[in-house]
């Protein structure tokens, strides 16, 4: 007996550093096959989708459960002990490991479907607890062809947001006052484009969209670990998406289109660009300060804008899209609100009567 305690103990501290790796992989798979037994359980939940099949995977581990090797490591005291040295006596925990493993690998194909199914079932839930925090949902609608419809859509990051209606046919130009909503709108825009093909829903009361690849220019920063400066880091950005749109039906969305260098390279190379895209299979939507571009490609681009109020207190916005180009700008008015120096304020306003850049174009 006492050779075969020895024999069993070397066995023991031999094989437990295996066995100890594996006990939180085990304990998962054990917490997935326990949350299963609670759902198969649930009488109401018989006639719901793929439940007669999930019942009838779990029956294949109804076995594995009763042959999981023990997680708990014990209080420590005189009792637990005296387990651990009958355990190494007989190799209790490790031979049950042993079994274990055997049936997991033997229903392999069981257990693939099995957390397919548990992962399904998970997703529903996220999906309808994203759905229910929203203020308004809705699952999207596909059709062929470039155009946007949407009612009331909004973005899903935002506490009591303003929405907006529309449709958006063709390409499009996205201008207006600083802080006005463009940006907000064509993120919100991408981000239901995303969520409508991937999870099926989007904030917005109906949005109706074209199959297609969602591409962004946005948020754009310069590269310090890189050694690429921000119109670098830019024009990456825009050639990222020049490729793609040549392979798939996109809807590319980009937010201040080169506002990386000067005004009048920037004008020029921003109607290159977006003359080109407009030529391939892409719906482009694009926010820009730059109002030149809206007599530029009027003949290729849509104009939507935002608008803002200005009063002797301070300047709102109402977050409302419009047709047509913006024909109005704030931001000496948001230096002067900002408490800025007068002076300042005042020669600026100045220099902007005597000199319009949009008079060359």
Known sequence: M???????????????GR???????????????????????????????????????FAVFKPVMRSAPST????????????????????????????????????????????????????????????????VAAVPEFRDGNPIEFSDVFHPLINSPITNSGVIAKPSLITGSNASGKSTFIKALAVNGILAQTINTVAAR???????????????????????????VE???????LDKIRTFPSICFIDEILRGTNTVERIAASTAVLEFI??????????????????????????????????????TFDYLLRHGPSSTRNAL????????????????EKLAEEYDISKTW
């Open 72 to 135: 708990k490591t014990g209080a420590g005291d005189m009792a637990d002990s005296l387990f651990q040295y009958i355990n190494i006596m007989f190799l209790y925990d490790i031979r049950k490991y042993n079994r274990f493993m055997k049936m997991v690998v033997r229903n392999k194909k069981e257990l693939h479907r099995l957390y397919r199914a548990v992962g399904e079932i998970d997703l529903a839930l996220c999906v309808l607890s994203f759905r229910m925090s929203l203020p």
């Open 235 to 241: 024009i990456k950005s825009l050639r990222r998406i």
């Open 2 to 16: 006492f050779g075969a305690f020895i024999l069993n103990l070397i066995i023991y501290l031999t094989t437990k």
């Open 19 to 57: 066995v100890d790796v594996e006990i939180p992989t085990i304990m998962y798979l054990t917490t997935v096959l326990s949350g299963v037994r609670r759902i198969c359980k649930q009488k109401k939940l018989d006639d719901m989708p793929g439940m007669q099949k999930l019942k009838q995977i």
């Open 333 to 348: 008015k948001l230096l002067s609100f900002t408490e800025f120096d007068a002076d300042i304020v005042a020669r600026a």
């Open 278 to 315: 407009h030529t391939q299979d892409c719906l482009c939507i694009v926010a820009s300060h730059d109002i030149e571009l809206t007599n530029i490609l009027m003949d290729k681009y849509d104009n939507y804008h935002f608008r803002e109020k200005v009063t002797d207190k301070g300047v």
């Open 206 to 232: 109906t949005f109706r969209l074209n199959h297609s690849l969602i591409m962004t220019s946005m948020a754009i920063r310069d590269d310090i670990s890189g050694g690429d400066s921000y119109f670098i």
